[in-house]
């Protein structure tokens, strides 16, 4: 399994990161970059609705996977 297919992999794991059969990342900065607009919508208020804001826990798989894959 490549890099990628690793990164793909955990990224369609990560919760309330949207996946889009139509628009899949062209690369793992893709992947990387829509994990960040992810954290960044619930920092900026944009995820106020209970049902739709990640738990703090839910944040950290998401950091994580940012974190490892931002190399």
């Known amino acids: ?5 690793k990164a ?6 990560l ?6 059969p139509l628009d899949l990342p062209e690369d ?5 970059y829509r994990a960040r607009h992810e954290i960044d919508l619930v920092e900026e208020g944009e ?3 209970d049902d ?3 738990t703090t826990a839910e ?3 998401i950091k994580r996977f ?3 894959w931002s190399a």
Not at 1 to 5: A, L, P
Not at 15 to 20: A, L, S
């Open 1 to 5: 399994m490549n890099q990628y297919d």
């Open 66 to 68: 940012i974190k490892k």
């Open 28 to 32: 793992i900065g893709h992947m990387v």
């Open 59 to 61: 944040l950290k798989a």
């Open 15 to 20: 919760p309330h990161v949207r996946i889009d």
């Open 47 to 49: 995820r106020d609705d």
């Open 8 to 13: 793909y992999t955990e990224y369609c794991n």
């Open 52 to 54: 739709d804001k990640p």
